[in-house]
Structure formats: structure tokens, C-alpha cells
């Protein structure tokens, strides 16, 4: 079993940065940060595998933010940087214990936080 929960959202101005937070207890794979804005589909955002750090993008957020992990403490992060008004929604951190495919695809993992709330505003 894993337990996740999230920290760090909140709200910020077009251009600034959040730092968000995964508390993970268990044993992961590879652990997610998804968001989904008011009537839009989940997306995934960032994803990292536990055991290489190996770590992949959505495109649109390729050199502006940064996904890594505290092995020791169990914590992954997501660095947000270059924020847009679009990119507002609930964050939500996900988890696998098993191998997986996709990264990225939602319907892969099996372990959800609660989500935080991201408000960025222009």
C-alpha cells in the first residue's frame, strides 16, 4: 500500500514559481504529478522513477519546471517555474508500485493523493 499527500500549492502571479510537495509511504516505481484545470481532462505533468531518477515532461512544460526525489525521506518534488494563468488547476500526486509504461497515463497508476490547488493569476 502507499499513502500520498501533497504540499506546497497556493497562489502566485503569472511568472512566478511554486514548489510542490509529495509525501509518499510505501515502496514506488515511479511517482507522477498530474493537474486538471475546471472542466478539462487529467493530464500529466512530470513523472520519476525511484530507482534511476530517470524522469520525463509534458512538452509544454519542458525547461520551466523540474521533477526529483529525497530518496532518504521518501519526498518528490516539482519545481514550477515560469508559471501561466492556463496552467491553474489541482495538482495531484500519483504512484505506482509496480512497473509501468506510460509515465504519463493516468489510468497507470493505482495510488492518488488528495491534490493541491495551483491558482496562477495574470
Known amino acids: 500500500q502507499v499513502q500520498l499527500e501533497e504540499f506546497g500549492g497556493g497562489s502566485v502571479q503569472a511568472g512566478g514559481s511554486l514548489r510542490l510537495f509529495c509525501v509518499a509511504t510505501?515502496?514506488?516505481?515511479?511517482t507522477a504529478w498530474f493537474r486538471q484545470a475546471p472542466g478539462k481532462e487529467r493530464e500529466g505533468v512530470a513523472a520519476i522513477i525511484t530507482g534511476n531518477s530517470h524522469s520525463v515532461y509534458i512538452d509544454s512544460v519542458k525547461g520551466r519546471f523540474n521533477i526529483s526525489r529525497d530518496n532518504a525521506r521518501n519526498i518528490v518534488f516539482l519545481q514550477m517555474n515560469s508559471l501561466k494563468p492556463e496552467e491553474s488547476g489541482m495538482y495531484y500526486c500519483a504512484a505506482s508500485s509496480r512497473w509501468i509504461g506510460s509515465l504519463l497515463g493516468s489510468h497507470e497508476y493505482g495510488y492518488w493523493g488528495q491534490g493541491t490547488q495551483v491558482t496562477v493569476s495574470s
Open positions: 510505501g515502496m514506488t516505481y515511479s
